[in-house]
């Protein structure tokens, strides 16, 4: 099991994240509710990368444990948060979805068991990029599949933490 739960029974696992340089540290507790891989062009040059990868977290147990990110991206609604000094990606919040938060999966301490369940924005992914995900979305899935995607991601994760 790759979440870290305290010595009490049925402790709800928790994750310690934060950015390159350690001067913004997270903590994210509670059972990943979906994990995914965005091949959108803004998470592409955000990232760096071909995609960016982030798992949902119950936003209840999420707390920045020290420094003071900043909002990066585009300045709107999703809100993107950075690391000030050395502009690490962290995590991103939804207006009015509160219940969870955008983890970036590869600024955890412990990514491992973290694969992306789903892939989003397959309309504008590298030709060449690929995933494990289990269900592919041209954009992103409809709200009506959410709970049926968080549903299935926790049945494949049924005793793994």
């Known amino acids: 099991m790759t979440d870290r739960a305290d010595a009490r029974a049925g402790a709800e696992p928790v994750r310690d994240g934060g950015c ?55 300045h709107g609604n999703p ?34 068991g973290l694969d992306p369940f789903i892939e989003t924005w397959t309309s504008e992914k590298l030709a060449w990029a690929t995933t494990p995900a289990r269900h592919s979305f041209p954009g992103f899935p409809a709200m009506a599949d959410y709970a049926a995607l968080t549903e299935a991601y926790a049945q494949s994760r049924a005793g793994s933490g």
């Open 20 to 74: 390159r340089c350690g001067r913004v540290r997270f903590r994210a507790s509670g059972r990943p509710l979906l994990t995914m891989a965005c091949h959108c062009t803004g998470c592409q040059r955000m990232t760096g990368g071909a995609f960016s990868l982030s798992t949902a977290m119950p936003g209840a147990g999420f707390a920045v444990t020290a420094g003071q990110p900043v909002e990066g991206g585009l």
């Open 79 to 112: 809100h993107h948060f950075f690391c000030p000094d050395c502009m690490s990606w962290l995590f991103t919040r939804v207006d009015g979805m509160d219940a969870f938060v955008n983890v970036r999966t590869t600024v955890l301490d412990d990514p491992g």
